[in-house]
């Protein structure tokens, strides 16, 4: 059994990918899994998930690498799929009773009185950041975050090579996509595939800080 550390150390951050070498249906339906399944502060799933593997929908992604980010466009371009992860802008009345009838239909809930419970406890957390704390694009962002994290260890479990991106325009990448109609925003992109053969990072030893140096025992 290959063990959680083995994973963590031998993954490394592609910077160039084999463009001839693809990734499986099934490998992506086993992404996609993972990602519907990532948790989140009090089940609120904030995000949305735009992926393409065609070289259309890869070259309309790397338009927003054109200016300023030019460094980032092969590894878009030459990955065999990329994922875009996007935050929800806001998360309504609507949204929060969305989330709650899914919920519902999954059978969480014994009774009305534990649906009621789980909709005012959600509520008063995501109402609590947009109204009282004003973070609330912040908030629901770092739930994206947690989703990035699983979507590296789960690819590096996989075999799968990645990049992640925030070296990107998300004006022109929202525009390109139409994520600001859909009440989304671009927070990071995810290039999936396998490393080629001159991606010199592949050989450089991973460099961390001591564990202590970054662990406080208590």
Known sequence: ???LSELATKRKTTKVFDATRKLSEAQITEIKTLLQYT????NSQPWHFVITN???????????TDAGHQFNSSKILDASHVIVLCTKS???????LQLLEQEDRDGRFANDEFKKGQHTGR???????RYE????????EKQV????????????????????????????LNEELGLR??????????????????????????????????????
Not at 39 to 42: D, L, R, V, W
Not at 54 to 64: L, M, N, P, W
Not at 133 to 140: I, P, R, V
Request: proline share 4%; net charge negative.
């Open 181 to 218: 109609l859909k009440g989304l925003n671009a927070s990071v992109i995810v290039a999936l595939g396998y490393h080629a053969e001159s991606d010199i990072n592949q050989t450089l030893p991973k460099s961390r800080l001591p564990q202590d140096v970054i662990f406080s025992d208590i």
């Open 54 to 64: 065609s070289s259309e929908g890869k070259a309309r992604i790397a338009k927003a």
């Open 123 to 129: 509520s008063f957390y995501a109402n609590m950041h």
């Open 133 to 140: 704390l004003k973070d609330a694009q912040h908030w629901m």
């Open 90 to 96: 806001i998360i309504d009345e609507a949204y929060l």
């Open 145 to 172: 975050y947690i989703a990035l994290g699983a979507l590296l260890l789960g690819a590096s479990f996989m075999g799968i090579d990645a990049c992640p991106i925030e070296g990107f325009n998300s004006s022109v």
């Open 1 to 3: 059994m290959t063990r």
């Open 39 to 42: 948790p989140s502060s009090t």
